[in-house]
């Protein structure tokens, strides 16, 4: 029939892609703070929105990266995933996350810095410690819980 179903694939000089990379990381910092409302509203499913540890993010890299080679030398570059995509959806994440305001992470820093600034006075030291370290705990918690959970009900790209 003469009809194939690809992504376009549109050659640009680095000036235009600089703009570009920017509305794209723009358009995935919207994508991340809408998710959970998408998710409460059931427009994605849970398992689509799960979170990844390192077993997970590698186990998405290297599909992704397979995928790209079977593009090539399939020469359908159009096919391709693009494992940079990954790795700057991947960074985007991970710069949101360490902003959220949990204990142990730079928003939970970021939290305290504003309670000096409003109240004018710091927090003493032995509570935000204390704070700190179970926000640490719970944090190592979830990250054994998700890295059992990427070894036992691995990620599979569509």
């Known amino acids: 029939m003469g009809i194939v179903m690809t992504n ?9 892609a600089v703009p570009y990379a920017g509305q794209v990381t723009i358009q995935q910092v919207k994508q991340l703070i809408l998710l ?3 998710l409460i509203r059931g427009q994605i499913q849970p398992s ?3 979170i990844l540890g390192p077993v997970g993010i590698y186990d998405v ?3 992704a990266q397979q995928l790209d080679q079977q593009a090539l030398s399939n020469a359908q570059p159009s096919n391709a995933v693009n494992v940079l995509w990954i790795w700057g959806i991947i960074s985007v994440a991970i710069g949101l996350t360490n902003l959220l ?4 992470l730079d928003g939970g820093r970021i939290l305290f810095v504003l309670a000096e600034i409003v109240f004018r006075k710091r927090v003493p030291p ?3 410690n204390l704070i700190h370290l179970v926000g640490f705990a719970a944090l190592i918690l979830l990250m054994v819980y998700v890295t059992v959970q990427d070894v036992l009900n691995p990620v599979v790209l569509p």
């Open 8 to 16: 376009p694939v549109k050659a640009i000089s680095w000036f235009q």
């Open 36 to 38: 959970p409302s998408q």
């Open 48 to 50: 689509q929105a799960r």
């Open 61 to 63: 890299y290297s599909q």
């Open 101 to 104: 305001p949990i204990p142990a």
């Open 126 to 128: 032995e509570y935000e």
